[in-house]
């Protein structure tokens, strides 16, 4: 190569983010093939602080929290399968509004307790759910191809299929590690309609290889847009799906796509915005799906490491997900993978700093639980005490707001088990 693509076309430019502070400088041009040598420069330059700090978490909290989130995630189930949206525990008002994506995701929330905590009652809730989505299943745009009709929706979301895919994978996962047993028929059933949702989403890709965010239920046609959080759905259910229910001809699509997915939420976001919405929407999805890509040590792996490295970088100090006001669980569902990335390449400094977020980060929110075990560092929740069946266990999207929503408790339920099985490990 030339010097001047060797500097990876170093034609930078400065770019301020959110805050107006001056930001770092991206390379103006960088073609798809220099991307990874750039990244990995990149996260070889990265400053981690080192915090000095006495943990605040303990095993005993974790444990606590993901009990209750349990229990609130399975009183909130409807008869029918699918769940309260959202309920303010003040008012004693449930909210008429609803999310198909966010109903799906609490379905993988609860199928995710499952397998790390099996037990009759959430197995039973478990099916219920999907059986909700079973019933709700139709042929997509070709032979093979099964979509969701959600109740009132003209579209099918691909976020929604990716999500129950999700919730299927793991309920299988239970069911072949013997911690669950399923009826036969049943796992048959989910096996079927899963082979169709994955051919679904596989046809739901673009030539930009980014995926379609939706498909309108009459005509059956695809939306020419996509969306940085169904882009991390889908590539997180590929990759599961070809990890643990031996869909191996996934392997090729993931090779194709993730270098240009992960491309498109970095450098060519950062060189832009460096405080990216949509780096943020991609963030949590990508990292769960490239620490599961590079355990398998397929293609992309070190690429993969080093992205997920940079990205926790950008969510702790571009991002600074310490100092958000609102509830950041799904922060740590993508803070965890990168732990242990840190973890295996003996990166003392990028640990210390990883384990401190993940240590005050996890702390702050599990305070946001009603009836938790920190309820008391709460003066909101220690002023409004309650016990009611519809609230207990669930965690607030503020400090002092008393609307609970099914996706915050899931997203945080999700954080508490990643950080039970790999940071405070027994």
């Known amino acids: 190569m030339r010097r001047a693509v ?39 330059g990265l400053e981690w602080k080192q915090r000095k700090f006495q943990p605040r978490l303990t095993r005993g909290v974790l444990e606590g929290s993901l009990k209750l989130g349990q229990i609130f995630l399975v009183n909130n189930q409807k008869p029918d399968g699918n769940f309260n949206y959202q309920y303010d525990f003040l008012k004693k008002k449930l909210s008429t509004s609803d999310n198909q994506i966010r109903q799906a995701g609490a379905l993988w929330g609860l199928s995710l307790i499952l397998r790390n905590e099996p037990n009759a009652e959430l197995l039973q809730a478990v099916k219920k759910g999907l059986t909700f989505f079973l019933s709700r299943t139709t042929k997509g745009d070709h032979s093979g191809r099964l979509i969701i ?103 090729s699509t993931l090779d194709k796509t993730i270098p240009v997915l992960a491309k498109h939420y970095t450098v ?51 991002h600074r997900t310490l100092s958000r006001k609102r509830n950041t669980a799904y922060v740590f569902e993508g803070i965890i993978p990168a732990y242990l990335i840190a973890e295996k390449r003996k990166d003392a400094r990028a640990m210390n700093e990883l384990d401190y977020t993940i240590d005050r980060g996890l702390y702050k929110l599990t305070s946001w639980q009603v009836g938790g075990p920190l309820q008391s560092k709460n003066t909101f929740l220690s002023r409004n005490i309650t016990t009611d069946e519809l609230a207990v266990g669930g965690i607030m999207n503020h400090k002092e707001e008393a609307p609970l929503r099914i996706d915050v408790t899931q997203h945080q339920m999700h954080a508490v088990i990643l950080a039970l099985n790999y940071v405070h490990r027994k």
């Open 149 to 251: 009709s959600y109740p009132g929706a003209k579209e099918c979301s691909t976020g929604t299929v990716a999500l129950v895919s999700l919730s299927i994978i793991e309920v299988l996962r239970a069911n072949r590690s013997g911690h669950i047993k399923l009826d036969p028929g049943f796992r048959t059933e989910i096996q079927k309609t899963l082979w169709g949702f994955i051919q679904h989403l596989v046809s739901m890709q673009m030539s930009n290889l980014h995926f379609s965010k939706s498909m309108r239920l009459d005509t059956k046609e695809k939306s020419a847009g996509f969306s940085a959080y169904f882009d991390g759905e889908v590539i997180l259910c590929l990759v599961r799906a070809a990890r643990y229910v031996g869909f191996s001809f996934l392997v």
């Open 268 to 318: 060519d976001k950062w060189r832009h915005v460096h405080d990216s919405n949509e780096t943020k929407g991609f963030f949590q999805w990508s990292c769960l799906a490239f620490w599961e890509y590079q355990r398998a040590r397929w293609k992309h792996s070190d690429l993969c490491r080093d992205y997920v490295l940079a990205m926790a970088w950008w969510m702790i100090h571009t």
């Open 6 to 44: 060797a500097a990876l076309i170093l034609l930078s430019i400065t770019v301020s983010d959110s805050t107006g502070e001056e930001s770092e400088e991206f390379p103006a041009q960088l073609s798809q093939s220099e991307f990874p040598r750039w990244l990995k420069e990149h996260v070889q």
